[in-house]
């Protein structure tokens, strides 16, 4: 069993955490959302939360973004640094926002993935969300489709 090295998972806060999370998403999108995008999803607390995986060494070295919409969870965005994938960071998170989503009330959970995401797709397979349809074209830079996901009982 491989053991996760130190992390902390915290909410967002603040400037700083949001300038990380804003390098995550250059380093790991081909279209990122921008500052305006977060700050817009960010005016409603109670909807969207965004969660942050700190190490010793890296104050943001991932985050996942959903919003809580009645008793679902849509996760719009989960990403990790480079230098920190493959090492039970993105797992560890996707827990911790699934405990966190049950205790908010949510009873199901929902994303998009590309079809070419293996890594993403393995991961949310591990936790138990099975594909459910296709968006045709869903995403550009390049134009793929997206595999959506659903799990219940997050």
Same mark, same amino acid.
């Given at each position: ?74 996760? $719009?965005?989960? /990403? +990790? !640094?480079?230098?920190? =994938?493959?090492?039970? #960071? ?5 827990? &911790? ?19 070419? $995401?293996?890594? /993403? +797709? !393995?991961?949310?397979? =591990?936790?138990?969300? #099975? ?5 045709? &074209? ?17």
């Amino acid at each position: 069993m491989n053991v996760v090295p130190a992390y902390t998972i915290e909410l967002l806060e603040g400037e700083s955490d949001l300038d990380g999370l804003l390098e995550v998403e250059v380093e790991s999108f081909t279209s990122p959302w921008t500052r305006e995008m977060y700050a817009w999803e960010l005016q409603n607390r109670s909807v969207c939360h965004i969660y942050i995986v700190r190490t010793p060494d890296c104050a943001v070295a991932g985050f996942c973004a959903f919003w809580l919409v009645f008793d679902e969870i849509h996760i $719009n965005n989960l /990403a +990790l !640094r480079p230098q920190y =994938r493959g090492q039970g #960071y993105g797992t560890a998170l996707m827990h &911790h926002v699934l405990v966190e989503a049950r205790r908010l009330g949510a009873r199901r959970a929902t994303l998009e993935v590309r079809t070419s $995401n293996a890594g /993403a +797709l !393995r991961l949310y397979e =591990r936790l138990g969300f #099975y594909v459910a349809g296709t968006r045709k &074209h869903y995403y550009s830079s390049p134009v793929e489709d997206a595999l959506i996901l659903w799990r219940d009982e997050p």
